[in-house]
């Protein structure tokens, strides 16, 4: 977990609410991701940046709204989730994108939408 | 679509004794990779093996990999309390554009 930060670790919000996540790395790496995790189920990819560019947006909805300032530094804007949108969300980097990097995650971020 | 499927989905075992996970992927590969999740928290990365390799290993863990017959396994000896996790495997091709694929994992517990 070392080398990845993210802020909050929980967060509860209702419907209406408008919060953001965000995620660091210390590792000089060029890639960043934002995957979310509900039970049972795989990792789901949602958007890949990869210096500062956005490269992957996996069919997300609006409602979430990536951010990518500089390659350290990866946001996600939440507004209007519903209730299915409740899981942990993770940041990962890697030092570049495509085959073959391992990525490091964060702790991630437990939302809950109420 | 889903790539990879770890089987079994949860393995329950006496500390010490060697614990054995599976991972099933559909399309060819370029590399698979298997990560550790401790309960609710960030994956950790244990061990990447190329399409062309067949077997890796690092400390107590021992990879293989299949690739006639798309498949994966993890094996970890002498099991301690502390590899209680989840573990996932994870693999880059083509048709995904070579993002990584996630399995949905096994969830191992070690019994003290």
């Known amino acids: 977990e070392t080398g990845v930060t993210q802020t909050p670790r929980h967060l509860v919000m209702g419907m209406t609410n408008k919060k953001s996540l965000k995620c660091e790395q210390h590792?000089?790496?060029?890639?960043m991701y934002w995957y979310k995790q509900s039970a049972k189920k795989p990792l789901e990819l949602m958007f890949v940046?990869?210096?500062?560019?956005?490269?992957e947006n996996n069919s997300v909805p609006s409602r979430f709204s990536p951010e990518c300032p500089n390659s350290s530094h990866l946001f996600l804007h939440l507004h209007t989730l519903q209730p299915e949108d409740s899981a942990l969300y993770l940041c990962?980097?890697?030092?570049?994108?495509?085959?073959?990097?391992?990525?490091?995650f964060g702790p991630g971020t437990r939302l809950t939408v109420t | 679509s889903q790539q990879g499927e770890e089987d079994p989905q949860a393995l329950s075992i006496q500390e010490g004794e060697n614990a054995t996970m599976n991972c099933s992927y559909k399309?060819?590969?370029?590399?698979l990779q298997w990560y550790r999740q401790n309960s609710g928290r960030g994956l950790v990365h244990l061990i990447l093996?190329?399409?062309n390799e067949r077997e890796k290993h690092s400390g107590r863990l021992r990879v293989t990999l299949d690739t006639s017959k798309k498949s994966s396994s993890l094996l970890i000896t002498a099991s301690r309390a502390a590899d209680t996790a989840s573990y996932f495997c994870?693999?880059?091709?083509?048709?995904?554009?070579?993002?990584?694929?996630w399995g949905a994992g096994t969830k191992l517990i070690i019994k003290p």
């Open positions: 990962a980097s890697s030092q570049g994108e495509g085959s073959g990097y391992e990525q490091y």
């Open positions: 590792l000089g790496h060029n890639a």
């Open positions: 940046y990869n210096f500062k560019e956005q490269t």
């Open positions: 399309t060819s590969i370029n590399n």
């Open positions: 093996i190329r399409s």
């Open positions: 994870a693999t880059d091709g083509f048709e995904s554009n070579y993002q990584l694929i």
